[in-house]
C-alpha cells in the first residue's frame, strides 16, 4: 500500500513536470487528447512533428523503464465490446470537452481554470457511476 | 529545440504515468470505484502532478516567451458550455468502462497486447466521428 502511494506521488511529480517543460519550452498545454486528436482530425497539421516526437516518447519511455520499476501489465479487460465502447467514448468525449486528464485535469487545474476544474468533477462523477452501474448492478466489468 | 523539448516532456509525461502506476487499469478502475476496493493512487499521482504544473504557470507571468519562441497559451475561457459537460460525461463513461485515458493508452502500447491496441484503435476512431458529433451537438435545440 505505502510503495504504491509514493510511485504514485513520484510519477505525478515527472508527469506536471513533464507539463511544465512543455509549457514553458513549446508555450503549449500538455494535453494528450489534443495532442492525438490534433493528428486525427487534421487540425494539428502545423504542428505534426511535434505531436509526433511527443507521442514517441511518451510511447518509448515506460519501454526503457521496464525492468528497473513497475510491473508492465495493464489488466485491461479482454472484453472486445467494452475496449471498443470505452474508446470510442474516450475519443469523442475528449474532443468534444477539448481535454481530458492531463489537459483539463493537470494543466487546467493547476491554473485553476474553471473549465477545467468543471470537467474534472463531470469526468470523475461520470466514471465513478459507471463503475456503480456496470461493476455493481450489471457485473460486466 | 522544439523538437527536442517535445521528445523530452513525452518522455517525462510517459514515465511518470509508468511509474506512478496509471497505465495498470486496476488503479484507475479502483479509483472510481468508491464502493469496492477503493484505492487513492490516482489522487496522490493528480496531486503531484499539479505541484510543478502550477509553478510553471506561475512563471510563464515572468517569462516573456516560450524557449522555443512565439507565446504562452491565453487565459482560459471563463464559461461553461454544453460541448464541455457533455464530453466529460462521455469521456468519464468510457474511462470507467475500461479505466484507460488518452495518455496510458499510449503509454501502455508496448505491454498492453490486444485490448490496448483495440482501445486505442477504438480512440482514434472516435477522435475521427468527433466533429460530427460537435456539429450535431451545437444543433441540438437547448433544453430550457
Redesign the interface.
Known sequence: MQPEWIMGLIGGLLIGLAGAVFLLGNGRIMGASGIIGGLVDGSGHSDKWDRLIFLAGVFAAPMALMGFVGTPETNATDNIAVLIAAGLLVGVGTRIANGCTSGHGVCGISRLSFRGIIATVFYILAGGLTMVFFRHLLGVI | M??L???????????????????????V?GW?????QW????A??????????????Q??RV?K?????????PA?????DR?????????????????????P????????????L??????????????M??AR?DRAVPAE
Open positions: 522544439r523538437l523539448i517535445a521528445l523530452l516532456s513525452g518522455a517525462l509525461f510517459g514515465s511518470g504515468l509508468y511509474i506512478s502506476g496509471m497505465t495498470d487499469t486496476n488503479k478502475q472510481l470505484d468508491v464502493f469496492g484505492d487513492p493512487t490516482l496522490f499521482v493528480m496531486g503531484g502532478a499539479i505541484i510543478p504544473m502550477a509553478i510553471a504557470w512563471l510563464t517569462a516567451r516560450p524557449v522555443s519562441g512565439g507565446s504562452f497559451p482560459p475561457m471563463p464559461e461553461l460541448r464541455l459537460i457533455v464530453g466529460s460525461v462521455l469521456f468519464g463513461m468510457g474511462w470507467g468502462l475500461a479505466g484507460l485515458c488518452p495518455g493508452s499510449v503509454a501502455s502500447l508496448s505491454f498492453g497486447g490486444v485490448p490496448g483495440v482501445f486505442l484503435a477504438a480512440m482514434l476512431a472516435g477522435m475521427g466521428f468527433a466533429p458529433v460537435k451537438l
